[in-house]
């Protein structure tokens, strides 16, 4: 470890979020920004000094650590594959998940930093030494993206030898500015549409060594029988609560639902995003007998074997509607921009209620093709298809065992 390399990394981290700034501010508004956030750091930090654990405590002691982006997570087991089958290879794993400043000083989960960091860093230092030296993990799974407690885990990690592994949860291919940190040891990608994306970005932190692993929430369940000609079931996949408050998400909802309204004789399906409280299609499926939610207990798997065909609208789902291999329709009102090349391989967007009738009845009148298309959509996005959760464990088991495995560097832009 290179001399005061957490005040050094502190230093970059403050280039970096200025850059950030910049990208959508001028001088003043980005100086007046830094400096709120600056102050806001510098509470938590001061804060921090003061409520340091009280003694050294124990360790846990561990293979992996799987440390989820919030608390909220834990309990929608996205990672439950993940978990069962690291376990199933004889590996021990905790689970925790980061916490917001004020129940980190509330619990005293902070130690004080092996070298002087500014007070602005002082509290994300310290929580990262506290996780580091309570769970003492041969490998730190991460979740969130943009964290800026990562650049810090990893030099707690990495001084005694340690790994830190990011595990993306989607594709990397949006624009997120959360997606420009990559101070990882290990970054694990979905495929090689993503690692374009990342290495496309003109602003990125840090280094890593990039994986092509594919995804690890998907195993030998979607290895499912095409979709059948003869299938009049629609499967719609929600969008995130957040773009679901947006108009242009709106409209694309009205949309589908009033297609299903005119078209009973089609069956739709709707599975929600995770989080969502599905308030407009619970609405819908009480107006058409035609709309059923699936529950939360369907898992997406299972939705897809359902399905004769998909609509997406921003959903990285469709990479696994694409993968069991049912056509996909893309529909969106909203002015996004379309991060999934969706229209490179299925058309144009539908943006109205012929359209969705023609496409609907283009897919059955060229079959094949549309399932062809799918595949090749798939192979974009994803390496190793449904063999990705294995294909994961084999990487994890084989760091574990500190064997190298194969990998790009990816180099950050700021320095």
Request: aromatic share 10%; charged share 25%.
């Amino acid at each position: 470890m290179q001399p005061n390399s957490w005040r050094t990394k502190a230093y970059e981290l403050d280039r970096y979020r200025w850059s950030l700034l910049r990208e959508r501010f001028g001088r003043f508004g980005a100086a007046i920004r830094f400096l709120r956030d600056g102050l806001g750091d510098a509470l938590f930090g001061g804060l921090a000094r003061f409520r340091l654990a009280k003694d050294g405590g124990g360790s846990v002691g561990c293979d992996f650590l799987l440390l989820q982006s919030a608390p909220k997570v834990i309990p929608l087991q996205r990672k439950k594959l993940l978990k069962e089958r690291l376990r199933s290879r004889g590996s021990s794993l905790e689970e925790t998940a980061l916490l917001e400043p004020r129940q980190i000083l509330a619990e005293r989960r902070l130690r004080r930093p092996p070298e002087s960091v500014p007070l602005r860093y002082y509290g994300y230092a310290a929580y990262a030494e506290w996780l580091v030296s309570h769970y003492m993990p041969s490998i730190l799974l991460n979740d969130r993206n943009g964290s800026l407690y990562s650049p810090f885990l990893r030099l707690s990690l990495n001084a005694r030898r340690l790994l830190l592994v990011h595990l993306a949860h989607a594709t990397t291919v949006e624009r997120s500015r959360r997606l420009g940190m990559s101070d990882y040891d290990y970054y694990f990608l979905f495929g090689q549409s993503s690692l374009d994306a990342l290495s496309g970005r003109q602003l990125r932190f840090g280094s890593a060594k990039v994986v092509l692993a594919g995804s690890h929430m998907i195993d030998q369940s979607y290895a499912v029988p095409p979709a059948q000609v003869d299938n009049r079931v629609l499967l719609v996949l929600g969008v995130g609560p957040d773009k679901e408050k947006e108009a242009g998400y709106q409209r694309s909802y009205e949309l589908i639902r009033d297609w299903a309204v005119a078209h009973p004789y089609y069956q739709v399906l709707v599975k929600a995003h995770p989080r969502s409280k599905v308030v407009f299609w619970q609405d819908a499926s009480a107006q058409a007998k035609n709309i059923q939610v699936l529950p939360a207990t369907c898992g997406l798997a299972e939705a897809m074997s359902r399905a004769g065909i998909v609509i997406n609208i921003m959903s990285n789902a469709v990479i696994e509607a694409a993968l069991a291999r049912r056509p996909i329709i893309y529909v969106n009102q909203g002015p996004d921009r379309d991060i999934f090349d969706q229209e490179r391989f299925f058309g144009r967007r539908v943006d109205s209620l012929e359209e969705l009738t023609d496409r609907v009845h283009q897919i059955y009148a060229d079959h094949q093709r549309s399932l062809e298309s799918a595949s090749q959509f798939a192979s974009f996005h994803l390496v190793h298809g449904v063999q990705g959760l294995e294909r994961n464990i084999d990487y994890l088991c084989a760091l574990l065992r500190r064997e190298e495995i194969p990998h790009q560097v990816l180099e950050g832009t700021c320095r």
